[in-house]
């Protein structure tokens, strides 16, 4: 195993991580009209996986190597256990009641997936020109997005998608390849989206256009989003001061819409700086990719801004009424243990990966990736 340097440690990131984490436990509290206990539970899990955080930024990342397989056998056992003998809530079958928490496979996909495209894309770099390992990495991916879709969950079924597209551009596929998916993906998603959807989904994908044509059902939680947001102005009502949220009016507010009580209660600048928080941490991923050791490093570190950067745009975008509404969580800031943890492991490895990695080197040449310069 290689050691790790901590003055290697990438400190911006690791500050980042502590403030989203306070700010996600102090917007629970709020979200929830002060309910102790979700604040607390927030901070427990924030606690556990900031553990965890560090125990794998300790460890060699490349140590992890030797598990891709069961790592993804495992996922699919979960996903598969789940589908079966899953905790049902609110519609969806997601969760494994655990007794101290219900574990939601799905989130731990997200990174299991990362883990296991870096290693099939570092190993064959050098063959990424031919479709079939542009179209294995497809597939890898499509089966437990199936898994998860059938929840069902259409949100992070599509943002294994993100993944799998952010990791492929970082491996150096190439654009003919992206053209062609593309053309693949027209028919395909015709026939998805007339035989493999069901009518509510397909509901809450339109209905962020018109949220007026159901007032009192699919509409209602985007209307009262928006007068959310519009309400607080540039400055906001104040934490724990926003009306739609303290009164009950916005539903979900906690976990899916939680960025309109941000927005509502630290209004324009308060939303902003939160988002701005959120893509340094994804700029600093994308800055130990840049460093990393080897392509294996920096693709794990590319999944990671990838998964956690299309979180915050989603997110953000459903509130705002940009998007449609696909339960995808603010990281750091929706309520969630398994959300949670999940992103601070992801985490975790980007730092194990900083602590092996070199200081970045300003030549007078175009900039490479450090594994790139050291295997030439």
Known sequence: MRAGSIQNL????????????????????????????????????????????????????????????????GTLGLLGVVLLLG?????????????????QPSELTKLVIIIVLAKVLADHKS??????????????????????????????????GAILLGMTVGAGVRARFFIGAGVLAVPALYAFWNWGMHDYQRQRLLIFLHPESDLLSAGYNIIQARIAIGSGGWFGQGWMGG?????AFLKVRYSDFIFSVV???????????LCALLFILVWRCLVVAFRAPDAYGSLIAVGVATWIGMQVFVNA??????M???????????YGGSSLISTLLGLGLVQSI???????????????????????
């Open 324 to 334: 449609p509404v696909t339960g995808i969580p603010l990281p750091f800031i929706s």
């Open 10 to 73: 990438d400190f911006p990131l690791l500050t980042c991580t502590l403030g989203s984490l306070a700010v996600g436990v102090a917007m629970v509290f709020s979200a929830t009209n002060g309910d102790k206990e979700y604040a607390i539970r927030q901070a427990t899990f924030g606690l556990a996986g900031f553990v965890l955080m560090f125990v794998i930024a300790s460890l060699d990342y490349s140590f992890i190597e030797s598990f891709t397989l069961p790592f993804y056998l």
């Open 263 to 273: 927005a509502e209660e630290f209004g324009f600048v308060g939303a902003l700086a």
């Open 243 to 247: 009306q739609q949220s303290q009164l």
């Open 317 to 322: 975008g459903m509130n705002i009424g940009l």
């Open 354 to 376: 900083s602590l092996r990695s070199s200081p970045i080197i300003f030549g007078h040449k175009a900039w490479s990736p450090a594994w790139a310069r050291t295997t030439r």
């Open 87 to 103: 905790h049902e809530a609110n519609g969806a079958q997601r969760w494994i009641n655990l007794g101290v928490f219900p574990l």
């Open 127 to 160: 063959q990424l020109d031919k479709v079939k390992w542009f179209g294995f990495a497809g597939i890898i991916t499509l089966i437990p997005a199936i898994l998860v879709f059938k929840q069902p969950d259409l949100g992070t079924g599509l943002m294994l």
